[in-house]
């Protein structure tokens, strides 16, 4: 684990292609629940729609906050190898390529959270 201090410039740099691949499989999730909600036609429907954009929100903000503490030298990081990078780069870009239709809501969800888990594999203390 490295703080950004101890981080070379690399890791630094693969550091934030994962932040931000990671922020874009969030916010691309967050719009395409949020356009499923108005989309559905049951009221149950909407309902979890409404709740899994919410997720994407608060996962959202915690990003933002682990962020803030790296660059405060708050954070240590298992700086990402450019296999790592590579894949949450191709999660952001399969993500972006799925219709929001309540048949690839699954597709959504598994997306963003292997996005996310892989992000917090780099933050998670060893």
Do not use: H
Request: glycine share 4%; with cysteine.
């Amino acid at each position: 684990m490295k703080s950004i201090d101890e981080c070379e410039d690399g890791e630094v740099k693969s550091f934030f292609q994962i932040y931000f691949a990671t922020v874009d499989v969030l916010t691309e999730a967050q719009e395409k629940f949020r356009r499923l909600s108005v989309e559905s036609t049951t009221t149950s429907g909407r309902s979890e729609f409404r709740a899994r954009a919410l997720e994407a929100e608060r996962d959202l903000e915690l990003l933002k906050n682990q962020r803030r503490a790296f660059m405060a030298n708050q954070l240590a990081i298992n700086p990402p190898s450019a296999e790592v990078v590579a894949s949450i780069k191709a999660l952001a870009a399969d993500l972006a390529k799925i219709v929001a239709k309540g048949a690839k809501a699954n597709a959504i969800i598994s997306l963003a959270k292997q996005g996310l888990d892989a992000f917090n594999k780099v933050t998670a203390a060893a």
